[in-house]
C-alpha cells in the first residue's frame, strides 16, 4: 500500500464556505491526483501534480484549485462550495508514468 | 463524451462460477488498460492491466483479455468469491504521454451464495 491519508474524512458545510482537503503520502510518489466519485460518473480527474508546484487540469477542474509544496502534500481547495461539490474525492498517488496508482480511502463532503 | 464505457451498471453471479466484467474504449490511442476493485467506504485498488501489445494477462483467478480491433476488453473473475463483490472499475490511458488515466463508470459485482 502506498501510505496515503486523506483528512477529514468527512465533512459537511455550508454553500459559500472554503474548504480544503487535505492528501499527505508517505511513499515519495512524484505523481498525485485528485479524483471525485459521484453516481452514475464514476472517477472523474479533478487536477494532478507530477512535482512540487507543478500542476495541472483535468477533466472537472471548475471550482476547485490544488497546492503542492512538498512531495508528499497534495491540498485540494473548493473556494466557495456549492452543492454541485457535494461527493467523495479520492486522492491517488504514482511513482512514474504508467504506472497503476495507488488510492486514498476517500473524504466524504456534503455541501448544505 | 465517455471514452471508456461500462454498459452494464450491476452483475450477479453465483459463487463458484466464471464473473466476466465488459469494457468498451472509444479512443484508438489508448494502449494501456487497467482494472480496479472498490469496495464501499475504500479507495479503489489496483488489480490487473494489460498493454496493447497483449491480447491476454493472467494473474491467479483474474484473467484480462483485450480485442484491439473491436476497442474491447473484459476481465474474467475464476471460480468467483463471496470476496470478489464489489464495484469493478475498467481505466485506460495513453502511455508515454501523460499519466492521465481516464476510468468507466463502474460495475458492481455481487457474488451469489
Known amino acids: 500500500d502506498a501510505g496515503i491519508t486523506q483528512s477529514p474524512r468527512h465533512k459537511v458545510t455550508e454553500t459559500g464556505t472554503p474548504v480544503t482537503l487535505r492528501c499527505h503520502q508517505t511513499?515519495?510518489?512524484?505523481?498525485m491526483y485528485w479524483y471525485r466519485q459521484d453516481p452514475g460518473h464514476g472517477l472523474r480527474l479533478i487536477h494532478y501534480?507530477?512535482?512540487?508546484?507543478?500542476?495541472d487540469k483535468g477533466e472537472v477542474s471548475d471550482g476547485y484549485s490544488v497546492s503542492r509544496s512538498k512531495t508528499e502534500d497534495f491540498l485540494l481547495t473548493l473556494e466557495s462550495a456549492t452543492s454541485s461539490q457535494t461527493s467523495v474525492y479520492f486522492c491517488?498517488?504514482?511513482?512514474?508514468?504508467?504506472?497503476?496508482?495507488?488510492f486514498g480511502d476517500g473524504t466524504r463532503l456534503s455541501i448544505l | 463524451d465517455q471514452q471508456v464505457k461500462q454498459n452494464s451498471p450491476s452483475l450477479s453471479v453465483q459463487e463458484g462460477r466464471i464473473s466476466i466484467l465488459n469494457c468498451d474504449y472509444t479512443?484508438?490511442?489508448?494502449?494501456?488498460f487497467l482494472w480496479y476493485k472498490k469496495y464501499p467506504a475504500e479507495g479503489p485498488t489496483f488489480l490487473i492491466s494489460?498493454?496493447?501489445?497483449?491480447d491476454k494477462n493472467e494473474d491467479g483467478r483474474f484473467t484480462v483479455f483485450l480485442n484491439k480491433s473491436a476497442k474491447h476488453l473484459s476481465l474474467h473473475i475464476v471460480p468467483s468469491q463471496p470476496g470478489d463483490s464489489a464495484v469493478y472499475f475498467c481505466?485506460?490511458?495513453?502511455?508515454?504521454?501523460?499519466?492521465?488515466?481516464?476510468f468507466g463508470k463502474g460495475t458492481r459485482l455481487h457474488i451469489l451464495p
Open positions: 491517488a498517488t504514482s511513482d512514474s508514468l504508467n504506472q497503476p496508482q495507488h
Open positions: 511513499e515519495n510518489h512524484r505523481y
Open positions: 501534480s507530477y512535482g512540487v508546484k507543478d500542476t
Open positions: 479512443n484508438s490511442m489508448f494502449d494501456y
Open positions: 494489460i498493454s496493447s501489445i497483449k
Open positions: 481505466a485506460a490511458s495513453v502511455r508515454g504521454r501523460d499519466d492521465k488515466i481516464i
